[in-house]
């Protein structure tokens, strides 16, 4: 038996079932040998391609993300500050008074400039009564080291805190 008779069969297979001729074959074979014999010159393009479309995207992910995990928690934390602050006061202003220099202690202690960070409350101080803080910080949507960040995400967290059913009225 010759080498070349399995390649052989498989044409005659494929003639007869009325799909592609001998010429297509050969056709399909010397383009097969072509593409491998130019396949030595895609090592760099792949190589830059992979590392434009793939790795630096990604890069720039995993730098971003702590910063994401860093803001949302620094949301949460002054909003439950801020709510057992406004639970705790004596009245609504001084509680409101509390409640925004504890935002603020916050927000410069994790390096949140005061634009970034935005508070509201709502709720009662009546005993049994609850009281609500929501704040709101922007959180840039990527950084690139070395140019800076770009677009905004904005978080928002809330916090409820019973105000003490036992508590004296002033």
């Known amino acids: 038996m ?10 005659r297979v494929l003639m007869t079932a009325g799909r592609v001729t ?12 072509a593409a491998r ?6 090592a760099p393009l792949t190589m830059m391609l992979g590392l434009g479309l793939l790795v630096i995207p990604v890069l720039l992910l995993v730098l971003t993300l702590p910063t994401w995990e860093e803001r949302t928690v620094d949301a949460r934390d002054a ?21 925004d220099q504890t935002v603020a202690e916050a927000a410069t202690n994790d390096g949140i ?48 805190q019973h105000v003490d059913s036992y508590r004296s009225i002033p």
């Open 113 to 160: 400039t005061p634009a970034q960070i935005a508070a509201s409350y709502r709720g009662a101080l009546n005993p049994g009564a609850t009281v609500t803080a929501t704040v709101t910080v922007t959180i840039p949507a990527g950084t690139i080291p070395g140019i800076g960040a770009f677009g905004t995400l904005r978080y928002t967290a809330s916090s409820t």
């Open 79 to 99: 909003a439950a500050n801020a709510a057992r602050a406004l639970a705790t006061a004596g009245t609504w202003t001084s509680g409101v008074s509390a409640a």
């Open 2 to 11: 010759r080498p070349t008779r399995a390649p052989l069969l498989m044409t």
């Open 22 to 33: 001998a010429g297509h074959v050969t056709t399909v074979r010397r383009r097969l040998r």
């Open 37 to 42: 014999a130019d396949d030595a010159g895609f």
